[in-house]
């Protein structure tokens, strides 16, 4: 517990550094912004696009200081999770959060899927695990076990891989905004200046929709 008790202290210091706008995000440095924009699925609303993978140790720091941010995001600015799969023994996680979502269990599951992974060790890529995990959360397991093993998960699971090579995703955590910015922690440098950086794309993208400049 004491991994996840820093990450929540990391979360509240970002709470505070979130309230600076920070320097002006750098094309090149801060983010990249795609050759090809992608189509978006939330509409009206910017979308953001989190690649993430329920072992990778980054994404589960990240996590804290994500949720913390998400409380702030914008009502016109929509984040979609997309668990990505560059290899096979990522579809698991993949198949996990899917499912969680088809049974609407992400408000209560998906912060445990991370720490079970990173925390208590607790292998869910594993049929059996998973299942018996999936008990002991108050979870019926063969309705869980029946939708984690249908084709339509497993359709979804594989979209996201799709979607990560569309956008040129190469690692996770990863940004996605609204089709044509893409940025990181390894390209903002920190935390605390991913999320400055995903507020200025955020309002960017929400300009380049009205036909106008961002203001600056």
């Given at each position: 517990m004491?991994?996840?008790a820093l990450a929540f202290v990391a979360a509240?210091?970002?709470?505070?550094?979130?309230m600076a706008a920070g320097p002006e995000a750098f094309?090149?440095?801060?983010?990249?912004?795609?050759?090809?924009?992608q189509p978006v699925a939330t509409g009206k609303k910017v979308e953001v696009l989190?690649?993430?993978?329920?072992r990778c140790p980054h994404c589960f720091q990240l996590e804290p200081s994500l949720s913390t941010w998400l409380k702030t995001l914008p009502k016109d600015a929509q984040v979609r999770r997309v668990p990505a799969v560059f290899r096979d023994d990522w579809?698991?996680?993949?198949?996990?959060?899917?499912?969680?979502?088809?049974?609407?269990l992400l408000g209560?599951?998906?912060?445990?899927?991370?720490?079970?992974y990173h925390i208590e060790n607790i292998n869910l890529n594993d049929p059996a695990v998973l299942g018996g995990w999936i008990a002991k959360q108050g979870v019926d397991r063969k309705k869980f076990e029946g939708i984690y093993n249908s084709f339509s998960t497993q359709?979804?699971?594989?979209?996201?891989?799709?979607?990560?090579?569309?956008?040129?995703?190469?690692?996770v955590p990863a940004f996605v905004i609204d089709g044509k910015y893409t940025t990181s922690v390894g390209?903002?440098?920190?935390?605390?200046?991913l999320f400055e950086v995903l507020d200025q794309l955020i309002a960017k993208a929400r300009a380049e929709r009205r036909g106008k400049k961002p203001a600056k």
């Open positions: 004491f991994t996840r509240a210091v970002f709470s505070l550094s979130a094309e090149g440095h801060d983010y990249t912004r795609l050759k090809t924009a989190e690649f993430f993978w329920y579809m698991p996680g993949a198949k996990l959060y899917y499912t969680l979502e088809q049974m609407n209560k599951l998906h912060h445990k899927a991370f720490d079970a359709s979804k699971a594989t979209q996201g891989a799709r979607l990560a090579t569309a956008y040129g995703i190469t690692g390209m903002t440098g920190s935390e605390a200046r």
